[in-house]
């Protein structure tokens, strides 16, 4: 049964940075995809952004390029999003999606965690 945790959200002040980590098991080879998510009080949830474990290859969202950067440990099955330049803009709970056999994040993402809030306010 694949299961996904994130941990590493919190308070920050405006400017500062984040790691926010995913741990993921189940999965059954490494042909999956793993996105970051968030959603903010009263608005719609929106992609941050994804990285294909097999190949490597990473996407990011227009509003979080060039501060955000998306890695992976394939020895951990760990997914992290480091958050530099934060601004208060990037408060959310931030979920990471699991989707087996897809290199990208586009479409449905079967597999979700319940999700770590990150609030940038001084």
């Known amino acids: 049964q694949v299961q996904l945790v994130e941990s590493g959200g919190g308070l920050v002040q405006p400017g500062g940075s984040l790691r926010l980590s995913c741990a993921a098991s189940?999965?059954?080879?490494?042909?999956?995809?793993i996105g970051w998510f968030r959603q903010a009080p009263g608005k719609q949830r929106e992609g941050v952004s994804c990285?294909?474990?097999?190949?490597?290859?990473?996407y990011y969202a227009d509003s979080v390029k060039g501060r955000f950067t998306i890695s992976r440990d394939n020895a951990k099955n760990t997914v992290y999003l480091q958050m530099n330049s934060l601004k208060p803009e990037d408060t959310a709970v931030y979920y990471c999606?699991?989707?087996?056999?897809?290199?990208?994040?586009?479409?449905?993402?079967?597999?979700w965690g319940k999700g770590t809030l990150v609030t940038v306010s001084s």
């Open positions: 189940g999965f059954i080879s490494v042909n999956y995809a």
């Open positions: 990285v294909s474990i097999g190949t490597g290859t990473t």
């Open positions: 999606a699991g989707q087996p056999f897809r290199t990208t994040c586009v479409g449905n993402m079967d597999y």
